[in-house]
Structures are given as C-alpha cells and as structure tokens.
C-alpha cells in the first residue's frame, strides 16, 4: 500500500522558508507516469495547489507562488521536498502532499495525512 507521510515544522516566524519533507512508502517516486503534488488548505477555505514534481523529475508550479516555491527530490530517500520562501500569516494552513497518475492535474489517489503549519510572529 502507499503511503505518504508529510514532516516539517508546525510554526514559523513571518520571513522564514519553510521547508516541508514528505517520505513516500509502497511505491517509487520514479514510477513511470506518476506526479507528486504539495497542497495547501487554510482553515474553512478550499484546497489550493501548490506545486509537484514528475517521475522524471519535471516541476510543476501554481504561478501565483511560483516566486516563492521550490520543489525538489531525493530519489534515494523516496522523498520530495517543498520550500517556500518569505512566509506570512497568509501561508498558514495544513499543508498535503498527494500522488497522481498520469499528469500533474490528474485524480490524487493517495494524500498524506497533512500537517498544520502556522505562521505568527
């Protein structure tokens, strides 16, 4: 079965890159055809996509953060790793990551259970 599983910090201080890790079990990020995503959900809002990276390593990101995003792998860990830079309060929220098959907007079919991150100075 896969899994996925989000780690980072549960609060940052405006200005700071938050860094969040999601460890992958049951599957390879390298499997053909197969799109890993970053998703965000503020408290009582919608989801909002973040970003992802493709099995051949390919990104993908939302424009409105591409400026500040980055996302990036570690093939030997079956990790991905989404940064983003100069956080505000705005950016508070529970952060997913989530697999997909067959294109970065596809169905997610596995999502990690989430983790809240708050942003307070």
């Known amino acids: 079965q896969v899994r996925l599983q989000e780690s980072g910090p549960g609060l940052m201080k405006p200005s700071q890159t938050l860094s969040l890790t999601c460890t992958v079990s049951g599957d390879s990020i390298t499997k053909n055809y197969y799109y890993w995503s970053w998703i965000r959900q503020p408290a009582g809002e919608g989801l909002e996509w973040i970003g992802g990276?493709?099995?051949?390593?390919?990104?993908f990101y939302n424009p409105s953060l591409k400026n500040r995003t980055s996302i990036f792998r570690d093939t030997t860990k079956n990790q991905f790793t989404l940064h983003l830079s100069s956080v505000s309060p705005e950016d508070t929220a529970v952060y997913y990551c989530?697999?997909?098959?067959?294109?970065?907007?596809?169905?997610?079919?596995?999502w990690g259970q989430g983790t809240q991150v708050a942003v307070s100075s």
């Open positions: 989530a697999r997909a098959r067959g294109g970065i907007g596809f169905e997610y079919d596995y």
């Open positions: 990276i493709g099995y051949s390593g390919s990104t």
